[in-house]
């Protein structure tokens, strides 16, 4: 079945520091991937999105590439804030009902 | 500003007393969807609706109830919670189904004793 596998955190950065999270999937034909991000308290929202191989996501400096010859979506940012600490969800959508297939979830804590 | 919004967003209750949660958007979006997110395993969708009076079950359905009377309401209901049902709710909607993003509502953290 369809699913998503992200790196386990916490993570934790210094400020300016180059961020790299980790998204692997597992599903049949082309489905959509997303980024959504959790602040403190929050719900979810859309960090950035592709939806065809080799598309490149992009949004307030982060950036991710659906590649789907190793079935990855990793996230990045050049130098991560402090206002970036959050909770960072990959996932994907595939099928007719509309369902999100999450990962578990990393955290991201940024230092000053 | 277009929205979704749940209510309440923090409750409290004990085993086997009912209870709702409601969600509104204002996007006149079709497609509903309920979540809960647990540590470590994501979010996971409970019930969805594709449109009014249309609705199915999502991966973890058991225990939960919803109704789709009008396109912009979409309540989960719980007729007998239980502690394993103490979560983090999250309600969200799109234009339409399959590849669309979903706008999330701020969440309801359910506390059953």
């Known amino acids: 079945g369809n699913s998503v596998t992200q790196m386990e955190g916490p993570v934790t950065l210094s400020e300016e520091a180059f961020l790299t999270i980790n998204c692997t999937y597992t599903?049949?034909?082309?489905?959509?991937l997303f980024w959504y991000v959790q602040y403190p308290g929050e719900g979810l929202q859309l960090l950035l999105k592709?939806?065809?191989?080799?598309d490149k996501g992009s949004n307030k400096g982060f950036e991710a590439t659906y590649r789907k010859e190793t079935t990855s979506f990793h996230l990045e940012k050049g130098s991560v804030q402090v206002s970036d600490s959050a909770v960072y969800f990959c996932?994907?959508?595939?099928?007719?009902?509309?369902?999100?297939?999450f990962g578990q979830g990393t955290t991201l804590q940024v230092k000053p | 500003e277009a929205q979704v919004t749940q209510n309440p967003r923090y409750l409290i209750t004990v085993t086997g007393k009912k209870l709702t949660v409601t969600c509104s958007q204002n996007m006149n979006h079709e497609y509903m969807s309920w979540y809960r997110q647990d540590p470590g395993l994501g979010l996971r969708q409970i019930y969805y609706?594709?449109?009014?009076?249309?609705?199915d079950k999502g991966d973890v359905p058991e225990g939960y109830k919803v109704s789709r009377k009008e396109k912009r309401n979409f309540p989960l209901i719980l007729e007998s919670p239980s502690p394993n049902q103490t979560s983090l709710y999250f309600c969200?909607?799109?234009?339409?189904?399959?590849?669309?993003?979903?706008?999330f509502g701020p969440g309801t953290r359910l506390t059953v004793l």
């Open positions: 609706s594709m449109n009014v009076e249309v609705t």
């Open positions: 599903a049949t034909g082309y489905p959509s």
């Open positions: 996932a994907l959508s595939h099928s007719n009902t509309g369902k999100l297939i």
């Open positions: 969200a909607s799109s234009p339409w189904t399959g590849k669309d993003t979903q706008y």
């Open positions: 592709a939806t065809k191989a080799d």
